[in-house]
């Protein structure tokens, strides 16, 4: 490997040894990618979801680099640990809270890890004049956990997410594309490495699908997006089903339930990110003062720089309505009888809904 390279990345962007995709892909490597963007590209009536219709723009560039980076010779792929040992649930209906996932806590990932691949590839850009490097994560079209199963960060899970030998599914996912050969960046392809990660889930286990609140993993591995907590509660802006609303406890912003009960998570370690442990946002949040959120300008004073911002108010308003149901909290019925007046109809309507429910 190309030793400053590797050095510049630690010490100045705070990234580990990345690993690399050729690209044009190995034979082997093609026929893969081709299966996959056949999958993705056949999108059934009921695919993509109300608010997610964004994916179907990807369709045709989700497995094709080169056409994100005009004349992309390799992807640098990075994953990044955000495990908290303190973030397990003693009590899940703790009195007056939501539940925030393990992965919003503290700052956002788009900022921390995203900000530093940024750097990566300006470094980059220095080290390799006339080449051209983009950063993402997250945030860009290609399919991350395809670049991870592709460079052996790990395997694919029957919930979907990426799995690793280190860390379990603990870790966020991150890429640089550069029209660099990995010959000219000096550094290591998987098909050249050894001791990648060969896992796979044991082909009896069943326990994200069996743990899951609402049904969403099916028996072939796929999830059902639509009905998958994570999504409903960040991303879908509409009125919540109650048949699934019933099924959400109290979590308010995304869920955490395939991952817990993974048997390749038990010995997961804690992240070494200051900012991923320093709470903005922390694993309970008070449902009073949700409930009390007006407008972006308190969002913004609330959660500057965490991912429930994502979200946004009425969101997030609307998931605390449907907490405070589930877990029976009568004490809130005067902040839940204000916003059966809001101006966004999906609060209005599941605030009517929660003083129904509380008060019958
Ligand atoms: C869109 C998105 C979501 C969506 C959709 C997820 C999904 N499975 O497709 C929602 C909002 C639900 C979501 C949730 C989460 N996400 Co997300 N998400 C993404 C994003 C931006 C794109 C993923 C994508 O393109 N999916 C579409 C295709 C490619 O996914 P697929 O699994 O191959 O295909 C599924 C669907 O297409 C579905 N499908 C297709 N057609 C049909 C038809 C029917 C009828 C049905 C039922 C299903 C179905 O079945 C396939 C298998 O599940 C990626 C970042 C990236 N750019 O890759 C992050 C990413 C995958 N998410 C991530 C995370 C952390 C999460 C959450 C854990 C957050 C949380 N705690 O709430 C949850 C996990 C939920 C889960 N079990 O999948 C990480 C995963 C890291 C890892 N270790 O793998 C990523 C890589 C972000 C990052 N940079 O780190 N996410
Ligand atoms: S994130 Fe939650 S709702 Fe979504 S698939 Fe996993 S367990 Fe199910
Ligand atoms: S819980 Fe079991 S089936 Fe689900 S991802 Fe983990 S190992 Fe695979």
């Keep these: 490997m190309n030793k400053e390279l590797i050095k510049i990345l630690a010490e100045k962007a705070k990234l580990d040894i990345p690993s690399v995709l050729s690209w044009p892909l190995s034979e ?63 009590n899940k209906e703790k009195s007056g809270s939501g539940l ?18 940024k ?36 395997f694919k899970g029957r ?16 890429h640089i594309l550069s029209t660099c050969t990995p010959e000219h960046l000096g550094v290591i392809t998987k098909e050249k490495m050894s001791g990648n990660n060969k896992g796979k889930c044991p082909s009896l286990c069943s326990r994200c699908r069996d743990a899951c609140p609402t049904g969403a993993i099916l028996p072939d591995g796929r999830v059902n997006v639509a009905k ?4 409903l509660t960040i991303e879908y802006k509409g009125i919540i089903p109650a048949e699934l609303s019933e099924k959400m406890g109290n979590r308010i912003f995304g869920c955490d339930e395939c ?5 390749f998570n038990s010995a997961a370690k804690e992240t070494d990110t200051a900012a991923f442990k320093k709470d903005i946002a922390g694993k309970y949040a008070d449902l009073a003062e949700i409930l009390q959120i007006k407008n972006h300008h308190d969002m913004v004073e609330k959660y500057a720089g965490s991912p429930l911002m994502r979200a946004g108010r009425n969101n997030l308003v609307r998931n605390a309505c449907i907490a405070a149901v589930n877990i029976g909290r009568k004490e809130l019925l005067p902040y839940l009888e204000e916003l059966t007046g809001d101006s966004n109809y999906s609060v209005k309507e599941h605030a009517k809904r929660a003083v129904k429910a509380l008060t019958s």
């Design 100 to 117: 925030i996932s393990m992965y919003a806590a503290g700052r956002d990932y788009h900022k921390e890890f995203g900000g530093r691949l």
């Design 159 to 174: 919930n979907s997410l990426i799995i690793t030998e280190k860390y379990g599914s603990w870790v966020f996912l991150g």
């Design 28 to 90: 082997e490597q093609e026929k893969e990618r081709r299966k996959k963007e056949e999958d993705f590209n056949k999108f059934p009536p009921e695919y993509p979801p109300q608010d997610l219709e964004w994916l179907s723009e990807h369709r045709n560039i989700k497995y094709r680099p080169d056409k994100i980076l005009e004349g992309c010779r390799s992807v640098l792929v990075f994953s990044i640990n955000y495990y908290r040992k303190d973030f397990f649930y003693p």
């Design 259 to 263: 991952q817990i009960v993974c048997p």
């Design 228 to 231: 998958c907590i994570s999504y």
């Design 119 to 154: 750097k990566a590839a300006l470094l980059l850009k220095e080290m390799f004049p006339g080449h051209n490097f983009r950063a993402f994560t997250d945030s860009g079209p290609l399919d991350e956990t395809w670049l991870a199963e592709s460079t052996g960060i790990g």
